[in-house]
């Protein structure tokens, strides 16, 4: 007996092959870039005279950035496996859907840390230093939203009409 996927049409398809387009290639990798950043702090407002606030990471989030990253590398790589054409619309959607969200995320994280610093540095007396830590993580993050929400737009741009996703 044949290993492989059956189709509709009762042929064998590899297990090994999946049809992934240059498009959701990118959306993995988005997917990837976001969930990396993910887990490290975005930004810490740092206070001289109270504790250090962090935002963003496992404890913020980055739970809901690295979610959208699972989403959108699980939507792509199980409708690559189950059909033969290939992703579709509903994953272009679910990826561009998701990149604008984690931007949204990215850019509330980081308004909220520079207002909450403006706040403490008005409140504070003169000897007290506050300052506003952006880590790496949060650049890392953006970028893989950018990546998503580019994959979801050449994703609808290139997707075929005929995609059983359709």
Do not use: C, N, Q
């Amino acid at each position: 007996m044949e290993e492989g996927l059956a189709t509709a049409d009762g042929r064998r398809r590899p297990t090994d092959r999946l049809t992934l387009p240059e498009w959701g290639k990118l959306a993995l990798a988005g997917s990837a870039i976001v969930a990396l950043g993910s887990v490290r702090p975005w930004v810490t407002l740092r206070r001289a005279e109270a504790a250090d606030i962090t935002a963003g990471g496992l404890s913020g989030d980055g739970v809901a950035s690295l979610f959208f990253a699972v989403l959108v590398a699980a939507t792509v790589l199980v409708v690559a496996y189950r059909s033969d054409a290939g992703p579709g619309r509903y994953s272009a959607w679910t990826t561009l859907f998701s990149g604008i969200t984690v931007g949204l995320l990215v850019y509330g994280v980081y308004s909220t840390g520079r207002s909450d610093m403006r706040t403490f540095a008005a409140s504070s007396g003169a000897g007290d230093v506050v300052a506003l830590d952006v880590h790496a993580s949060l650049f890392v993050v953006a970028l893989g939203g950018v990546l998503l929400v580019a994959a979801g737009v050449v994703g609808l741009l290139r997707g075929g009409a005929g995609s059983p996703e359709d």
